[in-house]
Structures are given as structure tokens and as C-alpha cells.
């Protein structure tokens, strides 16, 4: 792709962002992601048919961006490993704390943590490990406390301005997940 696409792109999308961390979702209007970009109407309307798909796009494109960083280096494994990449993950999320604070914070975009809570259970349950203390559980009940868990950590960790460290967070939720032996070794 042309790197004038993509810069012009970027500057829509960074736009975008600083809008929705400063108001809802809802009052926000192409004129003002137009002139906070310094593109014309035109170049949006361009590139999406109009907020909520740039809404979509926005969402797509940083939750592929977690979970590319989430998948294993073994070219074999296609599934996301999220309790084995928990490091880069949580730093991830510090480098992106200002898209994912204005997503979870923002009431006009209830859909975007449901996508996310979708993501990550439908990757962490490949992991969970039905033996030992988890032996005659639901697996798909496991799953879903798990994925709630994780995704309540990480909403309340950005929403709280990242009160520790991402290896801070990442040992700690290792350590839960290992210590209730939720995880496949």
C-alpha cells in the first residue's frame, strides 16, 4: 500500500482515538476527526462509509494487533496462546493504554469489550486444563470465568491509568492462572 494511504490512514485514525478519549463516541462527527486529521471530508469518506465503520476498522485493526502478539513463534501452532505471551501482551496494551481506555471507557461502545471478551475466550480455551482440581467442571464454565477474569484485569488495570508495571501484572496473572491450575503445561 502506498505510504501516503497509510500515513493519511494514520492521521484519521489518531484523530479518531484523541476523540473518543476526549467525548462519546456518539457526539463525535467526521468534520471534527476531518480537521483534527487536517484531511478534508472526501479523504474520509474515501477510505469509510462513515464513523461506525471507522469505528470497526479502528477496533479490527488493534485487536488483530493483540492478538498477532499473542501468537506463538512455533509456525506449527495457529492458536493464540494468551498464558504464555501474558509479558507482551500487558505491554501491548500499556503502548495502546490511550485507544483501549477511551474503548472500555467510552459508553457509546459497549460492543467493543464483548468483541474483546469474545477473542479471548474463544483463544484460552484450548488451554484450560481439565485435570486435577478442575476434573468434573465445565470446561466452556472454566473457559468463560477465565476469560471474564482476564479481561476484567486488564480493563481495570488500563482504566486505573496502570497502577504496576506489565511485568508486574504479567507475573501476577501468570501466577493466578498456575496457582488454580487453569492452564494446559
Sequence with gaps: MDRRILKTK???????????????????TI????????????????HYNDKYDLLNKCIDEHLSKMISICISTDPNQEKV??????????????????????????????AFREHMLEIVAGNIK???NM???NKGYDKQLITQFMAF??????????LNN?????KYMAEQVWGLFERNQI???
Design 81 to 110: 496462546n494468551f498464558i504464555h505471551s501474558l509479558l507482551p501482551v500487558f505491554q501491548y496494551f500499556e503502548q495502546n493504554h490511550t485507544f483501549y481506555a477511551s474503548m472500555l471507557s467510552n459508553k457509546g461502545i459497549p
Design 126 to 128: 484450548d488451554q484450560v
Design 162 to 166: 496502570m497502577p504496576h508495571p506489565p
Design 131 to 133: 485435570e486435577d482440581l
Design 149 to 158: 477474569a482476564f479481561t476484567g484485569v486488564i480493563e481495570w488495570w488500563i
Design 31 to 46: 468534520n471534527e476527526i476531518a480537521d483534527r486529521a487536517n484531511v478534508n471530508r472526501g479523504t474520509i469518506y474515501f
Design 10 to 28: 494514520e492521521a484519521i485514525f489518531n484523530a479518531f482515538i484523541g476523540l473518543i478519549s476526549e467525548k462519546d463516541f456518539e457526539e463525535i
Design 183 to 185: 492452564y494446559r503445561s
